[in-house]
């Protein structure tokens, strides 16, 4: 029988009984479904149990629903060959690069212009080579600071 079934079941006896005139709380009703579980859903009568408060009927049967779609689906994945998801694109992600990661970026095989202009900004970062001093303008280090007038 399904979960399904099962919980329709335990609901028709609970509205037959309140006609008959005997009072079936949603407390009552939580306990009782919960007391005929099999034993593959036993766990889910020990889980729910520990609850404070003892969650409504229709939660019970909703968990109850999930973990019945759970088992089958665990039975059916393992009666079937083993799967993985591969993602489109690089098999490997790159690495990162920045201070995050301490370790320099790979250089590229062009010389910093910035570096060679005098206004480097960022260290060890640059990607670029810094093989080359920086150019003076008019006979000045731009490196250096200026006096005022």
Known sequence: ??????CRMQK????????????????CLVQNTLRGLGSQLA???TLTLKKCPL????????SLLF???TLQQSDESSSSAP?????RGALTPSPPRGPAD?????????ACHNF???SYHFGAWCRYLHSAPPQQRDGVNPNTPRKGP
């Open 1 to 6: 029988m399904t979960v399904a079934d099962y």
């Open 12 to 27: 028709i006896l609970a509205h037959e009984l309140n006609a008959l005139g005997t009072t079936i709380t949603d407390k």
């Open 43 to 45: 766990c889910m009568r």
């Open 55 to 62: 969650p409504s009927f229709l939660d019970v049967r909703s």
């Open 67 to 69: 973990e019945e779609l």
């Open 83 to 87: 799967s993985a998801f591969i993602a």
């Open 102 to 110: 301490n370790t320099a970026p790979r250089r590229r095989p062009d």
């Open 116 to 118: 060679q202009r005098g």
